[in-house]
T-cell receptor, first 113, second 116 residues
Framework: GENVEQHPSTLSVQEGDSAVIKCTYS??????FPWYKQELGKRPQLIID?????GEKKDQRIAVTLNKTAKHFSLHITETQPEDSAVYFC????????????FGTGTRLQVTL | GAGVSQSPRYKVAKRGQDVALRCDPI?????LFWYQQALGQGPEFLTY????????KSGLPSDRFFAERPEGSVSTLKIQRTQQEDSAVYLC??????????????FGAGSRLTVL
């Protein structure tokens, strides 16, 4: 089955700096890669996703890049703000209707003033 | 409803008790997933329903775990003879096909189970 690894496990940045979280996946058939943000005690919420037919996608301060050959994808957050502090999870799936997500172990991002 | 609703939000059970966790998905969502999230970990897949059919239960950790969705809407995850290792947050998610063409999951707030 699919295996997703995520690094780093914790990340501390100063407000205004950029943050980068990296994930690798094992199943070359995976073609859908979402990122979820989970605040303490809250539900995971989708913040951005990418399909394997594109290499990069951007939404305001958030961007995701995908390297299919190397089987890794990354989340980039620019101009970080304190409200970006949360746990971020990457995930991978084959993208079909019945396709389950395999999640990484999470990155705890702390944005300090 | 506007989102995925789960109940109870918190459940404390004594070891050996049976528990039932309820999920009310977004109206019209055909697909429903259950995930288990241990403390400090990512969600792990338990089972998947398409309408009332349970198409994948490969993630259920033992035969003490049972899930159903008899009318294709509300789902119940039942855990029999609970053990301490069952302590976790149980997340339900329903899905629709998003703009990217893939299955986009919307999660509920979860049911936090603590087994003493």
């Amino acid at each position: 089955g699919e295996n997703v690894e995520q690094h780093p496990s914790t990340l501390s940045v100063q407000e205004g700096d950029s943050a980068v979280i990296k994930c690798t996946y094992s199943d070359s058939a995976s073609n859908y890669f979402p990122w979820y943000k989970q605040e303490l005690g809250k539900r995971p919420q989708l913040i951005i996703d990418i399909r394997s037919n594109v290499g990069e996608k951007k939404d305001q301060r958030i961007a995701v890049t995908l390297n299919k050959t190397a089987k890794h994808f990354s989340l980039h957050i620019t101009e970080t703000q304190p409200e970006d502090s949360a746990v971020y999870f990457c995930a991978a799936s084959k993208g079909g209707t019945a396709s389950k997500l395999t999640f990484g172990t999470g990155t705890r991002l702390q944005v300090t003033l | 409803g506007a989102g995925v609703s789960q109940s109870p939000r918190y459940k404390v059970a004594k070891r050996g008790q049976d528990v039932a966790l309820r999920c009310d998905p977004i109206s019209g969502h055909v697909s429903l997933f259950w995930y288990q999230q241990a403390l400090g970990q990512g969600p792990e897949f338990l089972t998947y329903f398409q309408n009332e059919a349970q198409l994948d239960k490969s993630g259920l950790p033992s035969d003490r775990f049972f899930a159903e969705r008899p009318e294709g809407s509300v789902s119940t995850l039942k855990i029999q003879r609970t053990q301490q290792e069952d302590s976790a947050v149980y997340l339900c998610a329903s899905s629709h096909r998003g703009a990217s063409g893939a299955n986009v999951l919307t999660f509920g707030a979860g049911s936090r189970l603590t087994v003493l």
